[in-house]
């Protein structure tokens, strides 16, 4: 006679929603720290005297730690325990940020950016795996991915405005500092109350894989970070992305033929996970510009000062937070991804369209205001879906690798919208005759913002192909 084993128990409701709270402080050190740390840049590099060279490491640093291990991090996660790898993360994390405030020169700095981004990396697939893991009920789970989300895609619009208060009142060390009682609070509440959930023993970690993706990721985000100073057609940058090629190539083979891949290709085989990955790559291609586009925009051009600018981007934030949490959470359940992934992204489009008209004298509340809006609605249609259905029906064992490959493509959407945007506006900029310098500036954002028009809408028509119909 077959006994069958009792049926777990949920946790009380109580402990769920406390994980939903200390996933998401936790998550918002990594994202607050994307833009927070943009804003302080200006004044660090005049009190450490960092080169312009130094300066872009203190974001390369960081970006090519974070994105090169990202699926080792998660991987990592489903073998040790998610609850173990987010309190390293997290303790790490802080005392990177700790080291960094207190830099006394540009070495001490990139390296604590670096360390910054390896601790980030082990602790953001922890954060949505155990999210995910904690939640499997439809309506509650969509109720907890749409602020989790939220949190994810407005906290970059969060850093912009603490960075400017910050930097503009006290000094830019506290953009550093700032991590540490997000990450004490996180820390000590998750310590007690994250559920201690089974380790996947038998998920072994393949080095080799390990080393090629995170090889090949470097390599490709690297070759972007480069793209913007040397163009398309240095040698580093055409060597680097060969480099990826080949090893990101070399990666997928092995996945196919291993016992224990670090990224199954049965996650991301499937038709309506892979449109969400495309979903989330491209969101964070065209928004990414858009970010480094608006800020110069509002404090060069505008005449903004850092917290005016930080104020600025609010709209954009209320769109994010109300659609994610009121209304995705709401129409998931009922329509599937494919409805929302491709109005998202065409709303998405549409505010990119809406910038193509920027100009010097551009209003805020008349132009810059209303694109942000709706970027934040697009955004808040978005990502609560693309969570949703990249980390549905996905065995636990690899749940925290495929939550990883959420940030991953997000990275690497973000690194090439970065790379590309900027030189095309640079270009534009270059060849603009007749025109004010401010002008000429503007006259290359919007012509990106053409680009990143096109890009978003036919990333919309490839997501509404691939992605299944039906209900979530």
Not at 288 to 300: A, E, N, P, R, S
């Amino acid at each position: 006679m077959t006994t069958l084993a009792p049926a777990p128990v949920a946790a009380p409701d109580r402990r769920r929603w406390w994980v939903l709270a200390i996933v998401g402080l936790a998550q918002l050190l990594v994202i607050l720290d994307t833009t927070v740390v943009n804003i302080a840049l200006p004044a660090a590099q005049r009190d450490l005297g960092l080169s312009d060279v130094g300066r872009q490491w203190t974001i390369s640093a960081y970006t090519l730690a974070f994105g090169g291990l990202l699926l080792v991090g998660g991987r990592l996660a489903d073998r040790l325990g998610r609850r173990n790898t987010l309190l390293v993360g997290v303790a790490g994390f802080a005392i990177a940020s700790a080291v960094g405030g207190a830099a006394t020169g540009p070495e001490m700095l990139i390296g604590a950016r670096a360390a910054q981004g390896v601790f980030a990396a082990l602790l953001t697939p922890s954060t949505m795996s155990l999210l995910t893991t904690t939640f499997t009920e439809t309506r509650e789970r969509a109720k907890a991915i749409g602020v989790f989300s939220a949190i994810m895609m407005s906290g970059a619009a969060v850093g912009l405005l603490v960075g400017g208060t910050l930097t503009e009142y006290l000094d830019w060390r506290w953009c550093l500092y700032v991590n540490l009682p997000i990450a004490v609070v996180a820390g000590g509440a998750g310590w007690f109350l994250l559920p201690d959930v089974a380790r996947h023993r038998e998920t072994r970690l393949d080095w080799v894989s390990g080393l090629l993706g995170s090889g090949g990721i470097v390599a490709l985000v690297y070759a972007l970070s480069e793209v913007a100073t040397r163009g398309w057609g240095s040698g580093l940058v055409l060597g680097l992305l060969g480099a990826a090629v080949v090893l990101l190539a070399g990666f997928a083979v092995r996945q196919a033929r291993v016992a224990n891949p670090l990224l199954p290709l049965a996650v991301v085989a499937d038709r309506s996970r892979a449109a969400a990955y495309l979903a989330v790559g491209a969101a964070a291609f065209g928004m990414f510009g858009m970010f480094f586009f608006l800020t110069y925009q509002l404090q060069v051009i505008m005449g903004y000062g850092a917290l005016a600018a930080g104020l600025a981007f609010l709209p954009l934030l209320a769109g994010n937070v109300v659609v994610s949490t009121q209304v995705t959470r709401r129409l998931f359940p009922r329509t599937g991804p494919r409805p929302l992934l491709a109005v998202g992204l065409l709303l998405l489009a549409g505010a990119m369209l809406a910038l193509t008209q920027l100009t010097p004298a551009s209003p805020f509340w008349g132009l810059i205001m209303p694109a942000e809006l709706v970027l934040g609605i697009g955004a808040g249609l978005v990502m609560p879906t693309v969570m949703n259905t990249a980390t549905s029906g996905v065995a636990a064992r690899d749940a925290g690798v495929a939550s990883a490959f959420i940030t991953t493509s997000q990275q690497v959407g973000a690194s090439l919208g970065t790379a590309s945007l900027n030189t095309i506006a640079a270009s534009a900029t270059a060849s603009s005759v007749g025109m004010t310098a401010p002008a000429a500036v503007v006259h290359g954002f919007a012509t990106a913002s053409w680009w990143a028009t096109g890009i978003l809408a036919v990333a919309a028509a490839l997501v509404t192909a691939l992605a299944r119909g039906g209900r979530g």
